[in-house]
Structure formats: structure tokens, C-alpha cells
């Protein structure tokens, strides 16, 4: 686990720059089973926790502390996706939306006032040097995400349950299969 003590917790709320949309997250919990245990271990703001299944308890893990922080009333852990500080075959199901590889990794630095949708201004600065958001879809970004996703594949109970939010993108006017990729990956661990 990360150390708490030494991570900045902002003042002001994060504007995350990719949310769970209210639209999709019921559609996420008809998945959950009541009084389910379950990981988001790219929780981000939290959203997740949002899902209102009845009894479901959520546990939220997220490598950047301050923006976790302000998610009231769940539990959340300053955590790496790719170690996850929890023991096997503890969740019965791992619901997330990793990042999708895109224009959000871009690490622009304005010399003026401008902003971009990017995770480096959502967050507020540098980000941690495991965390997803800092890749652009390729080789880098699959080796980190085939390492998140044996470590959910761990903390999973046997026969549990793995919910997946990810979507592809446009790069230099072609769309880039981010989907397929996780899809085929994790299909061929099946």
C-alpha cells in the first residue's frame, strides 16, 4: 500500500477526465450480486461506489491518494493496480474502467494559462510513476495492464465476476482497438 501520510489531498474537488457516465452505471450493477464484495482497482474519483447495489460493499483503490481522498463513506485504499495489497480470492467481483490509452496520457505543460483534458491537469501535476494514465495505448500500455489484470485475476474469487469499461480512440485518424486488445487478453486466460 501507498503511504497515505505523504500524498497530497487537494482542497478543492477533482474533475476527473473520465467519469463513469450516470448512464452506464445502471447497467453495471444489474451484474452485482447483493451483499457482493467488490474492487475498483483504477477507482479514480470513485464513481463506482455510485452503483447502489443493495448490500454490495466497494472497495476502491487508486494509486493517486488525493484524488480518492474525497470519496466519502467507502473504503478506500491508497493502492497499485499492479500489486494490490489484498489477499487471494478476496472479491467476488473486480468492476473498473482502466484508462483507455488516449490523448488523456498527454503530459502537456503550457508555459500559459491553457489546460487540456488530460490526467496530468485533472490530478493537479507529475503522476505516479506506475499509474496507467501516464501511457499512450502500445506496448508499455498492455504490459501494465496485463500485470493489473493478473492481479485482479488473484484477488478474484473462483467463478467471480470481472466487469470491464473501456473504450477505443482515434489516433492520427484511425481507430485504435484499446477494446479488443483487453478483450482478447483476458479472454485468453479464460
Not at 480518492?68 to 478476496?90: D, H, M, S, W
Not at 484508462?99 to 503550457?110: E, F, I, K, L, S
Not at 510513476?129 to 489484470?149: I, P, S, V
Amino acid at each position: 500500500m501507498l503511504d497515505q501520510a505523504t500524498l497530497p489531498i487537494f482542497a478543492q474537488p477533482i474533475r476527473h477526465p473520465a467519469r463513469f457516465s450516470a448512464a452506464l452505471l445502471p447497467i453495471m450493477a444489474r451484474y452485482l450480486g447483493a451483499g457482493w464484495l467488490v474492487l475498483d482497482p483504477f477507482a479514480g474519483l470513485g464513481g463506482l461506489a455510485r452503483l447502489g447495489v443493495t448490500g454490495a460493499r466497494f472497495v476502491l483503490n487508486e494509486i493517486e491518494w488525493n484524488v480518492i481522498a474525497n470519496a466519502q463513506g467507502k473504503r478506500r485504499v491508497a493502492g497499485n493496480a499492479l500489486t494490490l495489497p489484498f489477499a487471494a480470492e478476496t472479491f467476488d467481483a473486480v468492476v473498473t474502467s482502466p484508462t483507455y490509452g488516449n490523448r488523456m496520457a498527454d503530459h502537456h505543460r503550457a508555459r500559459d494559462a491553457s489546460r487540456r483534458n488530460t490526467y496530468f491537469h485533472a490530478f493537479g501535476g507529475a503522476l505516479h510513476c506506475d499509474n496507467t494514465g501516464l501511457l499512450q495505448f502500445g506496448a508499455a500500455y498492455c504490459e501494465r495492464h496485463a500485470r493489473a489484470w493478473s492481479e485482479a485475476a488473484r484477488v478474484l474469487k473462483r467463478g467471480g465476476l470481472l466487469v470491464l469499461n473501456v473504450s477505443d480512440h482515434i489516433r492520427d485518424g484511425r481507430r485504435v482497438y484499446v477494446s479488443k486488445w483487453h478483450h482478447d487478453m483476458l479472454h485468453a486466460w479464460a
